[in-house]
């Protein structure tokens, strides 16, 4: 195990007896969308486990005394977290997305045997797990049943939904497949958030951020710009440089004003002329992440862990409905 630091001096170091806050295990952690709304919804991290080195660097940057494990999830034992009450994670959505091969159960990233596996050693009261939409393409219909049957096996009841991002102050789309689960002897009853009064537009979102250096422009743009934003896209390892995503995203990105082809390392000057770029705090707040949160590394690097992120808004309400739950 790689871990930053035991999990003996972890709970040596941070074990307060009023502290009552529900406890947590986390993995597929990225740079930690899931994990920070979780927080704010009260729940205590007591692992985090996350392959990407760098990743880590991120969360322990933020949370210093977060218990942040650099290991690969095939290796990582749950039995020395048995009694968790929630066990979350995200776990990689290439063998799912329509943007790969949708290899499903055949990609060797999919991970969700070994989150049933974690499941059955650490037996926590509730479980989050998310997913891209595509999991729910007719292709997946056996596999998604046995996923649910697994875990049903398990002495859980299992929930299913799609949850659109914009529904919970997040100002893009995003569409994730959230899959909740509670054990059944727990008695209080489940139900998914429902969905924000108002949407909040990407003008209304980051029009400061884009006027930061006086561009003249900024407020005619932020009323062109009205609307909900496209997803933004993650990428990954085998992806270029930081984008916006393909051709049609990209075209969805010019209709409301922004150049998709790169990412700023900047916001437009005051006489910047045409559609400007996104800088990746830009990002990181369509994402639904705060302007504190910082993530370390290479501006490809920190893109590529914001676009990959669950928003911690949507993790922050489902979080809530969970806690509620238990309680």
């Known amino acids: 195990m790689d871990s930053l ?9 941070s074990y307060d007896a009023n502290d009552q806050r529900p406890t947590c295990v ?5 740079a930690g969308g899931q994990a920070l709304g979780l927080e704010q919804a009260g729940f205590r991290h007591i692992a985090l486990v996350e392959i990407e080195k760098e990743y880590c660097t991120t969360l322990l940057g933020n949370r210093p005394s977060w218990n942040v494990i650099s290991e690969d999830v095939h290796s990582f034992s749950g039995a020395p977290y048995a009694g968790a009450d929630l066990f979350a994670g995200g776990v990689p959505c290439p063998p799912f997305s329509v943007a790969g091969k949708q290899l ?37 219909d056996d596999y998604r049943k046995r996923i649910k049957s697994e875990i049903e096996d398990l002495g859980y009841r299992v929930y299913w939904k799609l949850l659109n991002a914009s529904d919970y102050g997040v100002p893009q789309l995003r569409p994730r497949a959230v899959l909740v689960a509670i054990r059944n002897d727990i008695s209080g009853d489940f139900s998914f958030p429902s969905p924000c009064d108002k949407k909040v537009s990407v003008g209304e979102a980051i029009c400061d951020l884009l006027g930061e250096n006086g561009w003249k422009q900024c407020e005619e743009w932020k009323e062109s710009a009205n609307i909900v934003a496209p997803t933004i896209v993650g990428g990954s390892k085998k992806h270029g440089g930081p984008d916006l995503g393909p051709t049609r995203a990209r075209n969805a990105w010019a209709a409301i004003g922004i150049d998709g082809k790169g990412i700023a390392d900047d916001a437009p000057l005051s006489n910047f002329e045409g559609n400007p770029r996104l800088t990746t ?10 302007d504190d949160w910082r993530f370390k590394g290479g501006k490809t690097l920190v893109y590529r862990q914001i676009g990959n992120a669950f928003p911690p808004p949507v993790a922050k309400a489902v979080g809530e409905k969970i806690k509620e739950c238990l309680s």
């Open 5 to 13: 630091f035991s999990y003996k001096d972890f709970v040596d170091s």
């Open 26 to 30: 986390e993995i597929c952690a990225g």
């Open 104 to 140: 499903g159960e055949n990609d060797e990233r999919d991970l969700f045997p070994q989150a049933i596996r974690l499941i059955r050693e650490i037996n926590p009261k509730a479980i989050l797990l998310e997913n891209v939409r595509g999991i729910f393409d007719k292709v997946f």
């Open 281 to 290: 705090r830009m990002v990181a707040r369509i994402q639904g992440f705060p």
